[in-house]
């Protein structure tokens, strides 16, 4: 028996145990989980390079990108983002078309490289750790429980950050807000107060409250 398939047979045996790690911890997984397996990183590296592991952003791992939906990916890598502006319209069914890319609001003091990936596109919005505390729900998404602000508090959101929304997509959301028969217009304000857009609350919305 030659020693290069010794070498390859140990190779496969690893890659093996490596994806079994994968698949048992939800099919993604941080360096610092592989770390746990004991294995050489110069290894997880070569599994890379060779194409036999995916690195999805720095510091996550996956068998097989295609394995996960979109919002898979999102809920497993930014569990503690917030859905937010045409993101979360979307998930509660106020705006009809899928946006492109994911909004997220997140605490500003993360590390902005988690968010340099070529897949899924997302575009964060970092927030004082505070602003996060409140008007914030839970969906279920991409496979965990993953937060949103809730309705009241999203449109605030949609009103503070307008000139970052697509302009048919803004006005849609408003306006099924407005016909949506389960809104909390104390909340509204409440939170309008809050995010400092009474005065757009008042002239965009109160007039069809």
Known sequence: MSDSYVINEK????LDRVKE?????GGVVKKSQLNELGIDYRRILDFVEKG????????????????FSEEELIGKLFPDAVLSLESALWVYGYIKRKPFGWKLAIDKNTSKSRFKLDFPKVTPFYAEPETLTFGVTTVPFGGVE??????????????????????ELFKEGLFSYIRDGEKDVARLMKYA?????IKKVQSMIGVWL
């Not at 790690?21 to 911890?25: E, P």
């Open 11 to 14: 190779r496969e045996l690893i």
């Open 21 to 25: 790690f994968i698949y048992k911890n």
């Open 52 to 67: 036999d592991l995916i690195r999805i952003k720095n510091g996550y791992y996956t068998v097989r990108i295609s394995d």
């Open 193 to 197: 107060k809050e995010r400092k857009v």
């Open 146 to 167: 993953m937060k949103i602000f809730d309705k009241e508090r999203l449109v605030c959101e949609c009103l503070k950050y307008e000139d970052k929304m697509e302009r």
